[in-house]
């Protein structure tokens, strides 16, 4: 009640999280099977995993090989991105092969890469990094395509030279892209991150999932969801929605 | 001494789509004296955009010569305001400014002093998307006075502001000028106000363009704000030179 403001931008955020698990709970006790076992069960679960220390190690080992592919993906993709929207000749060349690599599913860059590279922490996070790198090549290319012809002559004319151009014109005209890169990117990176280690790896939330698969332990797997995507919206809150606010404030 | 040598044999500009190709400019010549102001006149779309941008190093793809102010290293500075102020829209008036000076010790107290000099000294933090386009004008005209250009090139800077802020705007430019002195060309299709400000007004002729006339203002600066003055040379100019003028 003190603060107004908060208390309407927070309600009903919670109100429907307090009905998807009253929906849950009301489905749990309807099904009555181990198959979808009750809000409760699970926090138990996940209480037991967090003490135990599991849960952390394996979301922190998750979280690194996330942030990890996250960058390396939106560095590249920027740099090919921006090469691409700007030179006309480099576009045609490029273009089919962006086209190949935004259709190669997934799972067939992540196999291919083991078999190739072989079962390493390496292999996984170039496989992450080349399912997502195609994704930012298009978002930011259409921001390069964008940027004003009439800030570069500004530029050009006052002489502000290659680095300058870069920082103070081209990177600040490509910040919505790159944000929206970013976002979209987060949320592709964190699935295909648990696939990979589904597949390769001997640890971190995908790894666990796969073995509370084979258990039949659906309210492990249901923890270290809960406890995955709660990171990963705290980082979407905390860090990307503050970074478009502030590379947004110069608007009207 | 001569700061500026334009000598345009031909500028074309290909066919696009249904439009057939177009030479905007031929055989246009003419020198500008160090220091000198020089307006040019010529009927609208007659290729006033395409010289400047020539001349500012902006389109290179024409036939004939330009030599430039000589420098000690490197091109000279030449400072360019647009018909639109071109401003950074994410950086503040002040950071606009100082972006484009070659950094020193003094680089902010003198963005500072401009920004002071063109009356936006209020509105150095500012973005320039709450600013009016008369001041957006204004911080574009301190931006080229920042850099000491060599040669000065101003695209109709004044269009479409109303008559009281585009006067304010011409005087502050000789007032800045007569503090700097540079050579100046100002392109504008306001016979009025080319008089107002030249030392020399240059007529280009519909396109393609070329120079059909070259025209001292012999005026004493102070008679040059004055109205009725302004008014009688632009009688004298329109009897002798009758319809290359159009509707000037």
């Known amino acids: ?252 | 001494m001569t700061a500026l040598v334009v000598d345009i044999r031909e500028k074309r500009y290909p066919a696009v789509g249904r439009a057939d190709a177009a030479v905007a400019l031929r055989d246009l010549r003419f020198e500008a004296a160090s220091g000198e102001l020089l307006c040019v006149v010529g009927p609208s779309g007659c290729g006033k955009t395409t010289l400047l941008n020539i001349i500012a190093g902006l389109d290179r793809d024409f036939s004939g010569r330009m030599t430039l102010p000589p420098m000690a290293k490197g091109r000279p500075a030449i400072g360019y305001v647009f018909q639109n102020a071109r401003l950074l829209p994410w950086r503040t008036v002040l950071e606009n400014i100082e972006l484009v000076m070659p950094p020193s010790e003094g680089r902010r107290r003198r963005a500072l002093d401009l920004l002071a000099a063109t009356g936006l000294g209020d509105v150095a933090q500012v973005y320039p998307e709450r600013l009016s386009v008369g001041m957006g004008r204004r911080v574009a005209l301190a931006r080229a006075f920042a850099i000491d250009p060599q040669l000065l090139l101003l695209d109709e800077p004044f269009v479409s502001l109303d008559e009281p802020t585009a006067q304010r705007l011409r005087l502050l430019l000789l007032e800045i000028w007569g503090r700097q002195p540079t050579t100046v060309l100002f392109v504008t299709h306001d016979l009025r106000e080319a008089i107002l400000l030249a030392d020399r007004i240059i007529v280009l002729s519909p396109p393609p363009a070329r120079v059909v006339a070259s025209i001292p203002i012999a005026l004493p600066r102070d008679a040059q704000r004055d109205a009725a003055a302004i008014e009688a040379v632009r009688r004298q100019l329109l009897d002798e030179l009758g319809d290359s003028f159009g509707t000037l």
């Open chain 1, 1 to 252: 009640m003190c603060f107004p403001m908060l208390h309407r931008s927070v309600w009903p955020y919670i109100a429907s999280i307090a009905a998807l698990l009253l929906l849950w709970q009301l489905a749990a006790g309807w099904v009555d099977s181990r198959a979808l076992p009750t809000p409760m069960a699970v926090l138990a679960v996940l209480e037991r995993e967090v003490t135990s220390g599991a849960l952390p190690y394996h979301l922190a080992v998750t979280l690194a090989r996330v942030a990890a592919s996250f960058f390396l993906a939106l560095l590249i993709g920027s740099a090919i991105g921006i090469v691409m929207g700007r030179s006309v000749l480099i576009d045609r060349l490029g273009d089919s092969w962006l086209i190949v690599f935004l259709n190669l599913p997934a799972l067939v860059t992540i196999v291919l890469c083991y078999v190739w590279f072989g079962l390493t922490e390496a292999a996984a996070i170039l496989a992450v990094t080349i399912n997502k790198i195609p994704n930012v090549v298009v978002t930011v290319r259409e921001g390069a395509r964008a940027i004003s012809r009439d800030l570069l002559e500004m530029a050009q004319v006052f002489q502000l030279g290659r680095v300058r151009t870069l920082r103070h014109v081209v990177l600040p005209s490509l910040g919505p892209f790159i944000i929206a890169a970013a976002r979209s990117g987060l949320a592709i990176v964190w699935k295909i991150v648990l696939v990979v280690e589904l597949l390769g790896r001997s640890s971190g939330v995908g790894f666990q999932i796969n073995l509370f698969f084979q258990l039949f332990d659906v309210a492990g797997i249901l923890a270290y969801t809960i406890a995955f995507v709660a990171v990963i919206q705290l980082l979407e809150l905390g860090v990307l929605q503050p970074l478009e606010r502030r590379a947004n404030r110069w608007r009207r």
